[in-house]
Nanobody, 129 residues
Framework: QEHLVESGGGSVQAGGSLRLSCTASASVITSPGAYMGWFRQAPGKEREGVAAIKPYSGLHSYADSVKGRFTLSRDNAKNILYLQIENLKPEDTAIYYC????????????????????WGQGTQVTVSS
């Protein structure tokens, strides 16, 4: 069972920035077939994928709604995946989850919730206007 731990959430004003962290096991970071993603779920809405990466190769994908403001990075030595969020907007308010999987064999890391088997507990991001 993969254990994922998110941190870095908080309350910020619109226009601010945050960096979320997800600590995973070494097997996720080093496995060629594994991928990790960031998802968010706002109150009353479905969980949506915002960014994903295959840590081994560096291939990544972003949801259209966050391109240009969300950036993935990783520290493979520390088994940490980061999500840098710039120019935060009130509509970014949500619980942000880190997830990992390895069963999807597509060319790019998936953003679909159903492709992920392991989930963290989430970290709250609240953006005030």
């Amino acid at each position: 069972q993969e254990h994922l731990v998110e941190s870095g959430g908080g309350s910020v004003q619109a226009g601010g920035s945050l960096r979320l962290s997800c600590t995973a096991s070494a097997s996720v970071i080093t496995s060629p077939g594994a991928y990790m993603g960031w998802f968010r779920q706002a109150p009353g809405k479905e969980r949506e994928g915002v960014a994903a990466i295959k840590p081994y190769s560096g291939l990544h994908s972003y949801a259209d709604s966050v391109k240009g403001r969300f950036t993935l990075s990783r520290d493979n030595a520390k088994n940490i995946l980061y999500l840098q969020i710039e120019n935060l907007k009130p509509e970014d308010t949500a619980i942000y989850y880190c997830a990992a999987g390895d069963r999807y064999g597509g060319p790019t890391p998936p953003l679909a919730v159903k492709r992920y088997e392991h989930w963290g507990q989430g970290t709250q991001v609240t953006v005030s206007s």
